[in-house]
């Protein structure tokens, strides 16, 4: 899961160095936490924030698919 929010991500962004995605266990899910670049959150964002809804709609699809369930965060 990890894997592919990073590639997701990096495909994304002008900076693909400064993509950054940590991993925790919450209650009974794994939360992602993605950084990136300040010049590059716009474009992670999306115009109404689209583009990270579609982000965390892949994300919930691939873990639902192996049976688990997973929540992206952006972070500043």
Do not use: C, F, W
């Not at 670049?37 to 583009?51: C, F």
């Amino acid at each position: 899961m990890k894997e592919l929010l990073t590639y997701i991500a990096r495909n994304l962004v002008d900076h693909p160095d400064a993509v950054a995605v940590s991993e925790h266990e919450g209650d009974g899910e794994t939360i992602l936490e993605l950084r990136v670049a300040p010049e590059d959150m716009g474009k992670v964002i999306g115009r109404q924030g689209r583009i990270a809804k579609e982000i965390r709609t892949l994300m919930r699809s691939v873990a639902q698919r192996q049976g688990g369930k997973v929540s992206v965060e952006i972070v500043d």
